[in-house]
């Protein structure tokens, strides 16, 4: 909770499934995701957890209209997920009213690049699409350890390295072929700069989305 892993997406579409199964699941997957939107406020965190895989989305009058397509096998993603909390509200207080034009055009350039490549495999491209002038500059002072996690993860051959969602957690985006050797250094470096508490985890992206198990 409160650590930028998309927890307040997470229990909105859990709920709703769930609630949505034992009425006899009245709404489509659509009306889900249109629902969900709503409770939400947006569609970019409780679309991609409803549909799974690499999601764009967008809403107009109230109707989430998104894509779904496969993060690319060659992908894995490192979190360092740190001891302590960052409440969306105080991250969201210290970004500015407005945003220069150059600012908003180098993220779009960015963003489009990066969908483009997670979902092509095409890694070199990873590093400068991670790069943001919108949030993490603003952002960072509140985020304990912050250089020191982005500057070895990069020693350690992070493809791209960023902030996840408000933060605090960290993630970086790693060559499959590297994890294991990636998690046994990160560790270590993490421990001899005395960054105590600090959780490394390694996942993939999840093709699936929320699916219901019955026990």
């Known amino acids: 909770m409160a650590r930028g892993l998309g927890s307040s997406s997470a229990c909105i579409v859990a709920g709703i499934l769930g609630a949505n199964r034992l009425l006899g699941s009245p709404l489509s997957t659509t009306e889900l995701i249109n629902l969900a939107a709503e409770i939400e ?36 993603f490192a979190l360092f997920i740190p001891p302590f909390e960052l409440k969306t509200e105080k991250a969201r207080s210290v970004l500015p009213e407005s945003y220069a034009r150059a600012d908003a055009v180098y993220n779009l350039s960015r963003s489009a690049l990066m969908t483009a490549s997670l979902f092509s495999g095409k890694l070199e491209n990873l590093r400068v699409a991670v790069q943001d002038k919108i949030h993490q500059p603003y952002r960072s002072g509140l985020i304990d350890n912050l250089d020191n996690v982005f500057r070895l993860s990069y020693e350690l051959g992070s493809l791209g390295t960023y902030v996840s969602g408000a933060g605090p957690t960290i993630i970086s985006m790693i060559d499959v072929a590297d994890t294991d050797n990636f998690v046994k250094y990160a560790a270590g470096h993490l421990e001899e700069k005395g960054i105590a508490g600090w959780q490394i985890r390694i996942l993939k992206a999840d093709s699936n989305g929320a699916q219901i198990s019955i026990a």
């Open 41 to 76: 406020g947006h569609p970019d965190n409780t679309t991609p957890a409803i549909e799974g895989g690499l999601v764009a989305s967008a809403i107009e009058a109230g109707r989430v209209y998104s894509v779904s397509v496969p993060v690319s096998e060659k992908i894995r």
